[in-house]
């Protein structure tokens, strides 16, 4: 069975950082595109950052400058390195792995940022 487990979150302060990580098994990891989604309380899930096969990145634009998405074939990781962070970037993060119709998710993990 498929399996992502993501790693990381915690609570931080403003302006401070925080790294996802997220480990796959049971899928080819190499083919799969992977991102990084989030949904706060009473808000839809959103695309905070992708990562392509071939290495190519796409990010929300609000967190463009902040965050940087990055992945390990060789280790069946992807991460997500949050800088700057703000209260609303709280929310639960998801990672998630796509390749044609194939699509798994994480169980998700909660980031909070609060003074």
């Known amino acids: 069975q498929v399996q992502l487990v993501e790693s990381g979150g915690g609570s931080v302060q403003p302006g401070g950082s925080l790294r996802l990580s997220c480990a796959a098994s049971?899928?080819?990891?190499?083919?799969?595109?992977m991102g990084w989604y989030r949904q706060a309380p009473g808000k839809q899930r959103e695309l905070v950052a992708g990562?392509?096969?071939?290495?190519?990145?796409n990010y929300l634009d609000s967190v463009k400058g902040r965050f940087t998405i990055f992945r390990d074939n060789a280790k069946r990781t992807v991460s997500l390195q949050m800088n700057s962070l703000k209260p609303e970037d709280t929310a639960v993060y998801y990672c998630?792995?796509?390749?044609?119709?194939?699509?798994?998710w994480g169980q998700g993990t909660q980031v909070t940022v609060s003074s």
């Open positions: 998630n792995a796509n390749w044609g119709t194939a699509d798994y």
């Open positions: 049971k899928i080819i990891f190499s083919i799969y595109g």
């Open positions: 990562i392509s096969s071939g290495g190519t990145t």
